[in-house]
């Protein structure tokens, strides 16, 4: 059997696998709304290549495209970052067949390369080259343009891939896009505005003489395979660690969180809500990256104009508060799904488990609340907003989260997977997700039109503490509905471990 053949039967048995998989047909609304964003940003793209088309005609510059290309790559990396996750490799089930692994391995790697996420960008690179090649540029130009910009964008997605992996690993490896495109940037805000202007005149003096060259070319096909040889020994080698069970027997620290002791059943919870926190890679991984993401947004509003707007001052401070929860709730009750009989066996079990979730998330409110003391000292957020977006959060947006309880019935993994998939479970998690992070910012927008700003955020903060008070109510209600669904939901659960 070829490599040819290999990677056909990989990708029927792989469409296969995800067909028969019990949460086919919900993934099916995560499709619709993943399908309809990427229409979105063909047609965004196709705007942009055309009028960068017809400026590059109108001058006679085709090189235009190679100058704002730079931005493009950074965008890409962080539109993959946030929302692309590592391959997925199927490859356990076929480490025992007679078929080489590295072809296994190769065959996947290969797959991503077709991914809508590289292809996507020919929407921008084909209408511009079109209206090149209508103005003075040949047509072998024209083609040779094409390629070379999508080789640079296939060595993007190599280079986010090797990132992504090592990030997965440890966290520590984030260090490594921070010192890359840090060393890249830093110099143009640092420089004096003369030595600025001299130094982007260099860079794009350089990026006109040699972007579009054969030059560059043998340059992005060479930083192309090394880029994919890394990779392809790489996910090789985690691969192997994760079907080999490979992991970590130093002896640590058991902290025993004896304070919380007092809180009897709901204390235990909190304890096992803590130090899931901190064992499980999953969902730390989650925790640091949130934390480095709000002191990020935290020090661009505070010393920079970036946000200036109310609308954007209103949405990130929203975004600040509810991240936590959004990443995390959005699958409540999928980590428990690994023990969830051992959960029913004492009544009224769950509804503590519950409330103990909440407690632990309405705690982790206060460190959002400490990292954006830097924006209210520099008058950019009032306190009234902070309280407003705080309390709206334990209140009305919690609320819409935990209902996700009643609805959940996938199993999740206690840690990270390279071969994890089925990310949507259901349509109900994209509705809520969109509800939490944008109907609180409409609502204060039109309060605001109709009253003054410090009006509509208190008008907000009761809503918010009427919702976080009458949380044993509707806390138990969840719970009810909840148990109306067991037996259905303990089938999605024993079938998806």
Not at 265 to 290: D, P, V, W
Not at 410 to 420: E, F, R
């Amino acid at each position: 059997m070829n490599k040819i053949q290999l990677f056909r039967l990989l990708r029927q048995n792989k469409k296969l696998s995800e067909k028969r998989n019990v949460m086919f047909e919900a993934n099916q609304y995560g499709k619709f709304f993943a399908y309809l964003g990427l229409a979105f940003f063909v047609v965004y793209f196709v705007a942009i290549g055309t009028f960068l088309g017809w400026l590059a005609a109108t001058e006679d510059e085709h090189q235009i495209i190679f100058f704002i290309l730079p931005f493009l790559l950074l965008l890409d990396f962080g539109m993959r970052f946030m929302a692309q996750q590592t391959p997925v490799m199927m490859v356990k089930p076929y480490m025992l067949m007679p078929i080489s692994k590295f072809s296994a391995v190769d065959c996947f790697l290969v797959s991503m390369l077709f991914d809508s996420t590289n292809l996507i960008w020919l929407s921008l690179f084909l209408p511009y080259t079109f209206i090149c090649i209508c103005g003075s540029m040949t047509l072998l130009q024209g083609l040779g343009m094409l390629i070379l910009l999508q080789l640079i964008i296939l060595v993007n997605s190599q280079w986010y891939l090797l990132v992504r992996t090592l990030v997965n690993r440890s966290m520590f490896w984030l260090a490594l896009p921070i010192v890359f495109y840090g060393a890249t940037l830093l110099p143009f805000f640092l420089l004096s505005n003369k030595a600025f202007d001299k130094l982007f005149d260099r860079v794009f003096d350089f990026i006109g003489d040699w972007g579009f060259t054969w030059a560059a070319f043998l340059v992005f096909l060479v930083l192309f395979v090394l880029l994919f040889i890394i990779n392809r020994h790489l996910q090789m080698h985690l691969i192997y660690d994760e079907i080999s069970k490979h992991e970590e027997t130093n002896l640590k620290h058991v902290s025993e969180f004896t304070a919380l002791n007092r809180f009897g059943q709901i204390g235990e919870y909190i304890k096992l809500e803590i130090k899931s926190t901190m064992r499980n890679k999953a969902i730390r991984t989650r925790f640091i990256q949130g934390v480095g993401i709000i002191i990020m947004l935290s020090l661009l509003i505070a010393y920079t104009d970036m946000y200036t707007s109310n609308f954007a001052r209103n949405i990130w401070c929203l975004y600040c508060f509810v991240f936590f929860g959004a990443v995390n709730l959005v699958k409540v009750m999928g980590p428990e799904g690994n023990y969830i009989d051992l959960l029913l066996v004492h009544r009224e079990n769950i509804l503590t488990l519950l409330r103990a979730k909440y407690y632990f998330y309405c705690a982790i409110v206060l460190l959002p609340f400490l990292l954006l003391l830097p924006p209210i000292i520099s008058g950019k957020f009032s306190l009234l907003m902070i309280l407003a977006y705080l309390f709206i959060t334990t209140g009305p947006e919690y609320c819409l989260l935990f209902q996700l309880a009643i609805w959940n019935k996938q199993t999740l993994p206690l840690n990270d997977k390279i071969t994890g998939k089925n990310q949507i479970e259901n349509k109900l998690q994209l509705i809520i997700e969109l509800v939490v992070f944008f109907v609180p910012v409409a609502l204060v927008l039109i309060l605001q039109a109709i009253f003054n700003e410090d009006v509509a955020f208190i008008i907000m903060i009761v809503i918010g503490l009427a919702f976080t008070l009458a949380e044993p109510y509707w806390m138990r209600s969840i719970y009810r509905r909840m148990m109306a669904h067991r037996y259905e939901n303990l089938e999605g659960f024993h079938s998806t471990r």
